[in-house]
């Protein structure tokens, strides 16, 4: 008939879809590469030779770690022991460094200003920190090395002046037995606030120098009974 098409295809349907195996590109194409590597790998963990040995190596990383740290430990502690060993002069020095530390946490505590308002006695309690710090590092630093530096060596006639107050208006500060309750006080108040924060090193710290200042008012020196024990940890062979 006039008009009519006739249909030479054969009614043949569209050619069947394409098979990839890298991530099939074709119309319902099928993936095989992601799958069979994510099943082999998921079968070689539950192999129980591959789970020990991962166990193995994880255990042999975990001790080389601990020995490592623990001579790290040994060797800070050992030196230390010489600060400590030197007696009230040692002890000045790491009271001093704390005196610093302290002193940064309790500055950089105060710059968060939003603590202001949410945590008002964390953000004062900072402002105390930062205090006690100027405090500890003013009354401790050495004025005779202060001149002796190009920069800070200014601010020498500052601190004696200083120390010269401290000694007039709360003499206490000035020995051992009252710098030793000062900064007890100052670390018990640090390290309730946390846990493992800087805030609660600079309270430990405060508090282990507080502790040592009050043992040697009283005629002690640790570093007399630490001696032994630091060198054989420090030259203890390896198993």
């Given amino acids: 008939m006039a008009g009519a098409k006739i249909d030479l295809s054969g009614g043949a349907s569209a050619p069947p879809p394409t098979v990839g195996y890298g991530g099939g ?29 991962i166990k193995e190596v994880a255990y042999q990383k975990a001790s080389e770690g601990f020995e490592v740290a623990k001579v790290a430990g040994a060797m800070a502690a050992e030196e230390l022991g010489k600060y400590i060993q030197e007696g009230p002069a040692g002890i000045s020095v790491l009271c001093f460094l704390g005196g610093l530390a302290t002193t940064l946490i309790g500055f950089l505590g105060l710059l968060n200003f939003g603590n202001g308002l949410t945590s008002p006695f964390q953000y004062v309690l900072n402002a105390y920190l930062l205090t006690f710090g100027v405090v500890t590092f003013l009354l401790e630093a050495d004025v005779e ?6 920069v800070l060596g200014r601010l020498s006639p500052w601190v004696e ?10 003499n206490f500060l000035t020995e051992l037995r009252g710098r030793g309750f ?10 309730t606030q946390c846990f493992l924060c800087l805030t609660f090193i600079a309270g430990l710290w405060n508090l282990l120098m507080g502790v040592l200042c009050l043992l040697m008012s009283f005629g002690i020196n640790p570093a007399n009974h630490l001696q032994a024990p630091l060198a054989q940890g420090a030259h203890a062979p390896g198993p």
């Fill in 25 to 53: 590109t074709g119309s319902g194409g099928y993936s095989y590469g992601g799958g069979v590597s994510q099943q082999m790998a998921e079968a070689a963990l539950q192999d129980p030779t591959v789970q020990q040995q």
């Fill in 145 to 150: 090395s202060l001149r002796q530096m190009k």
């Fill in 161 to 170: 002046r200083y120390q010269l107050e401290v000694f007039n208006r709360a």
């Fill in 182 to 191: 000062f900064y007890v006080f100052i670390g018990t108040l640090a390290v």
